[in-house]
């Protein structure tokens, strides 16, 4: 087994996870939130793509598909078309809102398909690569994937937790 065959199998993970929490729910529980300070359904799994997109396509020298492929249209959100969420307020939390989980899902799996497309050829020497050197130490590719394979799985737990409490 490569290491990019890890990669893609805990993306798939993400994948098959997202679609376990979003799948059946009405646009009133995605938007859910269980405290006034709290994040909803919609918002997670948004954000989780967002970053997802963001690093994934800026590693790879690739647009990101939320911009070039007319996902920030179709969400049509009252925030930055370049906002991925982070450090929202809860004010910014309850803007993004959902016509749809199919909505939700569409732009995941899109992003799930052009990640993978940069995953699947990856050497291991690619992993080294240097893709953000204002941290020190810098942080190469392997880590940064790694960072997002993390963050995306605890995003989708939570949003699962949330989902329980419906």
């Known amino acids: 087994m490569h290491s990019h065959d890890l990669l893609i199998d805990g993306y798939n993970r993400i994948k098959e996870e997202v679609h376990g929490v979003v799948g059946g729910l009405s646009p009133e529980q995605l938007q859910a939130r269980p ?8 918002w997670l799994i948004w954000h ?14 690739t647009d990101q598909v939320w911009l070039a492929q007319g996902w920030a249209e179709r969400f049509d959100l009252p925030l930055d ?9 809860a004010k910014e939390v309850g803007q993004v809102r959902v016509a749809s989980g199919e909505l939700l899902l569409g732009y995941h799996d899109a992003v799930h398909e052009q990640s993978l497309g940069c995953l ?4 291991d020497a ?11 130490p810098a ?18 737990g939570q949003a699962a937790y949330a989902r329980g409490l419906l």
């Open 139 to 156: 942080v190469t590719l392997g880590v940064r994937l790694v960072s997002v394979l993390s963050d995306d799985l605890q995003h989708v």
């Open 81 to 89: 078309r370049t906002d991925t969420g982070y450090g929202h307020t």
């Open 35 to 42: 405290g006034d300070g709290a994040n909803s359904i919609a």
């Open 48 to 61: 989780l793509t967002r970053v997802q997109d963001d690093h994934v396509a800026d590693a790879a020298g």
């Open 126 to 136: 690619d992993l080294d690569r240097i893709v953000d050197d204002r941290w020190d």
């Open 120 to 123: 699947s050829g990856l050497t």
